[in-house]
């Protein structure tokens, strides 16, 4: 079964950092571009970083910029999301998102991804 699955979400501190991870299963996260979105409730779902497949190209939105780290794993299975000194904007549902052989666009479309994750919440306590 073809599926990603994110950990790491929980409720952390104003100015705190978590790391949130989304493990691959049934597919390898090689040649696929890799991304996290995040939602808040009552609002859109909106793009946070990228990775292209090759790993030539890149995007972050401007919230995410100096705070937000996007990688991937050697092993090729897992895409991390570093998130450091977190404010109150950041609580959301966080989700990871693959696309075989994907590049990045500005703001991250959802319709350029095929794999999802169910999402991972982040609370930030002010």
């Known amino acids: 079964q073809v599926q990603l699955v994110e950990s790491g979400g929980g409720l952390e501190q104003f100015g705190g950092s978590l790391r949130l991870s989304c493990d691959a299963s049934?597919?390898?996260?090689?040649?696929?571009?890799i991304a996290w979105l995040r939602q808040a409730p009552g609002k859109h779902r909106e793009g946070a970083a990228c990775?292209?497949?090759?790993?030539?190209?890149?995007w972050s939105a401007a919230f995410a910029k100096g705070r937000f780290t996007i990688s991937r794993a050697n092993n090729g299975n897992t895409m991390y999301l570093q998130l450091n000194n977190l404010d109150t904007a950041d609580p959301a549902a966080y989700y990871c998102?693959?696309?075989?052989?994907?590049?990045?666009?500005?703001?991250?479309?959802?319709?350029?991804?095929?794999?999802w994750g169910q999402g991972t919440q982040v609370t930030v306590a002010s």
């Open positions: 049934g597919f390898s996260l090689d040649q696929h571009a």
């Open positions: 990775i292209s497949s090759s790993g030539a190209s890149s």
């Open positions: 998102a693959a696309e075989y052989l994907g590049g990045c666009r500005r703001g991250i479309p959802e319709t350029d991804f095929d794999y």
